[in-house]
């Protein structure tokens, strides 16, 4: 079921924010809730073409596990969902992408994603108290770039992986297409220096939705693995006090979540076949999160009284002394 009364050609108020009974900051944005058949629920713009950014990492690993690479590679669980992470540079994202690179023959130095201080705090102080640099394994990406060198030594593609020219870029091309059911309406450069293609909402919550119904043959056994990779190790997904952690581990293993920059999150119901993708369009953190879990609750598949709920979404927001100084609310007629 298509519900049209909930869409336009501009992007939707989705979620608000309340201080002393006056609505002070909105968040708007497109939403599409899709299942093999296309569209269910929608709201803004479904044809809005956006970036995915991070949050079509399973999208990018795909190459990686339907060519038999990560099988012959000997690749677990675990690595798979460092493939699709974007992850706090902690130590047990560190040491695990270090040890792949290890077994692979290859070194910190054949990345290509750069390096920055870890979001992990005990990391980020072990290396300041340390006078340690961060290195290229700490990068949110690092799982995901050791992926495409899995990929690029089969390939014997030459070390600059990330080209948009390169095999494994081409590769990535190919299945982003594929499954999102469109040609790409553009590209550019992604935060860790891989390209980034541009699709609608719509095509984007189709592929996710694809990833919740996988078909038979590779590409659906590879489709299933990286789902069931990304539910079975939520913190390598993210991390400690992150959202796609926290609300995959409250799911129990029953749905996939992954946020991307400038306000994307996508997520895949392999229960009910159903995926999600959403961009709020001042790109906050804060307003994809909120509504993120405002979906989760309509579909059902997040308690109402999950403390996550108050966390990201209906929960006081407070000011250094703890007081509440308002609240996040979501827009009438979102979702319910």
């Known amino acids: 079921m298509i519900v049209r009364g909930k869409t336009s050609v501009t992007a939707a108020n989705l979620i608000e924010l309340w201080r002393g009974g006056v609505l002070e900051s909105h968040h708007r944005g497109h939403v599409v809730i899709a299942d093999a058949n296309g569209i269910v629920e929608a709201w803004g713009n479904p044809g809005a073409v956006i970036y995915p950014r991070s949050s079509c990492k399973m999208i990018q690993a795909l190459p990686l596990v339907e060519s038999g690479t990560a099988e012959r590679a000997g690749l677990g669980s675990e690595q798979l969902a460092l493939a699709c992470a974007s992850h706090n540079g902690a130590r047990m994202h560190v040491e695990r992408v270090g040890r792949w690179l290890e077994g692979l023959g290859l070194a910190e130095s054949d990345l290509r994603c750069g390096s920055h201080l870890p979001n992990d705090g005990d990391e980020r102080r072990r290396l300041v108290c340390s006078d340690d640099a961060p290195c290229q394994l700490h990068n949110n990406c690092s799982g995901k770039h050791a992926g495409f060198l ?43 220096s891989a390209p980034n293609f541009a699709c609608s909402v719509e095509s984007l919550a189709r592929a996710m939705a694809g990833f919740a119904t996988p078909g038979p043959g590779a590409r659906g056994e590879a489709q299933h693995r990286l789902v069931e990779a990304m539910m079975a190790h939520p913190e390598l997904v993210a991390g400690e006090g992150r959202a796609c952690t926290e609300l995959m581990r409250a799911m129990k293993g029953e749905v996939a979540v992954k946020t991307g920059a400038e306000g994307v999150f996508v997520a895949i119901l392999p229960r009910r076949g159903l995926g999600i993708a959403l961009k709020i369009t001042d790109g906050a953190t804060r307003g994809s999160e909120a509504a993120i879990t405002a979906l989760l609750v309509h579909l059902g598949v997040l308690e109402p009284s999950s403390p996550l709920v108050s966390r990201y979404l209906s929960g006081p927001q407070v000011n250094w002394r703890g007081l509440a100084t308002g609240e996040l609310r979501c827009a009438e007629g979102f979702p319910q």
């Open 150 to 192: 899995t990929l690029n030594k089969a390939l014997g593609g030459d070390a600059d992986y990330v080209a948009i020219d390169h095999p494994v870029q081409r590769a990535v091309r190919a299945a982003f297409e594929d499954v999102t059911g469109a040609r790409v309406a553009g590209w550019g450069i992604d935060g860790c």
